[in-house]
């Protein structure tokens, strides 16, 4: 599974994030260890006050623990990733806090764990702590059988697309998905040479070239948001500026902002509406079905859990009633009968709790089974919408071109460059393989041997993502 870690502070504001309720459908507190208060707020408060009479300020070390999407996992494998991480960083017998969360039919953890050793009043260290996280969560991938993803196999494999806590919660302020943005923008970088075929691809993915406030490249979305080329590409300042020029030239973020305000936006609006109008129709009778599912799993583990309680607490008075009193009790002590009794209680409630468990995760896997379901036609249906507002984007970029006298651009395909590439991932050997060279036995090419033009560069881009080929107007 992958694990996420971050030291940080701010207790109060981390346990209400872990219990909030707008982004889960359900939250289980699952543990709480070396703490007075039995819940989560009041624990995290508690560790802080600790940590006041040293002078740690990032007293607490949060990590999410997320399993792949496709497997079913156990509370006993999150429980062993768990034991593994304290083990790696240290933190052994350190308090802690253990939530679940499920969103989107998919369930993950998220564990914390206070620094501070009360014995000594220090901090516990955490050098190399995201190295270390990335060993464990290897080692979880080998030993639960799970496809590793190529990113941590090797880092320089890792998915173009992901994306910071902050391009999350820019994409959220607009209704956008994070990793679509910066596909769009990867997938325009992957199919221009120049500046004028960039800014091309960029409008008919709804974002605008621009000049950014410290003098950079930047998009400007159809919303209003200003994403970074540079860091959305993952290219150099010096890369962009190679290919796109220097942005003196460009509009400023304001300008942009005007422009589609008042040239871009009266031709689409009433477009716009209505394809929003018709998504947000669909999707609000999903996302009904999505509450009224939600509501009955909560009402079901409920139900569960008060039947296993009352039954649990039956068992337990009558294992309690095997042990007789007075002179009878003492003569099973004298004689062992006792001690044998307290084998078998102790048997029959360890075999009761996995018991439990049991039907506990049958019952969760089934409700997620049913989640991932409805899940499935969430996100198809936001595909859909997505594409009907990408294909409006083109043809006001063709619009664009045609009042100049240019030739319009065909309608793009519905599977993108990089549906393609994900399809290429799930077979490994059909991804290009990058060149490797050793040091020692093979000569690296020299200088000349890499040149290459950029019509030779964008036929090579083409070959490999088996795009169209471009009109000539945007070839040049």
Request: charged content about 35%; proline content about 4%.
């Amino acid at each position: 599974m992958i694990l996420k870690g971050s030291q940080r502070g701010g207790a109060k504001q981390l346990g209400l994030h872990l219990l909030k309720t707008e982004e889960n459908e359900h939250i289980e507190l699952h543990d709480i260890r070396g703490f007075i208060s039995d819940d989560v707020v009041g624990a995290l408060r508690e560790a802080e006050a600790i940590a006041r009479g040293t002078k740690c300020r990032q007293f607490l070390f949060s990590v999410s623990l997320n399993p792949p999407e496709t497997q079913v996992v156990r509370v006993e494998t999150f429980e062993k990733a768990l034991q593994a991480i304290e083990k790696r960083h240290g933190l052994t017998g350190q308090p802690r806090v253990v939530v679940f969360h499920e969103k989107e039919g998919r369930r993950h953890a998220h564990a914390v764990w206070s620094r501070i050793d009360a014995e000594t009043m220090t901090a516990r260290p955490l050098s190399f702590y995201k190295n270390k996280l990335r060993e464990v969560s290897r080692q979880l991938y080998l030993e639960n059988g799970w496809q590793m993803p190529r990113g941590l196999v090797d880092p320089k494999d890792r998915d173009p697309r992901n994306f910071s806590l902050a391009e999350w919660q820019q994409a959220k302020r607009i209704g956008r998905h994070a990793g679509e943005l910066k596909g769009l923008i990867q997938e325009a970088w992957a199919i221009s040479d120049s500046r004028q075929t960039f800014s091309h691809a960029l409008e008919e993915r709804g974002l605008y070239l621009a000049r950014g406030d410290r003098r950079s490249h930047v998009a400007v979305t159809f919303e209003g948001e200003v994403i970074s080329i540079a860091r959305a590409t993952g290219r150099k300042s010096k890369d962009v500026r190679a290919r796109l020029g220097k942005p003196d030239e460009l509009r400023s973020i304001e300008d942009a902002r005007k422009r589609i305000a008042e040239d871009i936006l009266p031709r689409m609006k009433a477009h716009l509406d209505k394809a929003r109008a018709d998504a947000k129709q669909e999707l609000n009778a999903l996302n009904a079905r999505r509450e009224a599912m939600a509501r009955a799993h909560a009402e079901e583990r409920a139900k569960l859990n008060a039947g296993q309680k009352a039954r649990f607490e039956a068992e337990a008075r009558m294992r309690a009633e095997r042990f007789r009193k007075g002179m009878a009790g003492l003569w099973d002590r004298l004689t062992g009968k006792r001690r044998e009794l307290e084998k078998q209680n102790e048997l029959e409630a360890l075999w009761a709790l996995q018991r439990d468990r049991d039907q506990r995760q049958m019952m969760l896997n089934a409700q997620l089974r049913e989640r991932q379901d409805l899940q499935t036609e969430i996100k198809a249906t936001r595909t859909r919408h997505a594409q009907a507002l990408r294909e409006l984007h083109v043809d006001t970029a063709n619009y664009r071109l045609m009042q100049r006298g240019q030739e319009p651009k065909p309608q793009p395909t519905s599977k993108t460059a990089f549906d393609r590439l994900d399809a290429m991932r799930e077979q490994p050997e059909a991804m290009p393989q990058r060149p490797r060279f050793d040091r020692v036995n093979e000569k690296k090419p020299d200088a000349g041997s890499r040149r290459m033009s950029s019509d030779e560069r964008l036929k090579r881009l083409r070959e490999q993502q088996q795009m169209p080929p471009r009109g000539p107007e945007l070839d040049r």
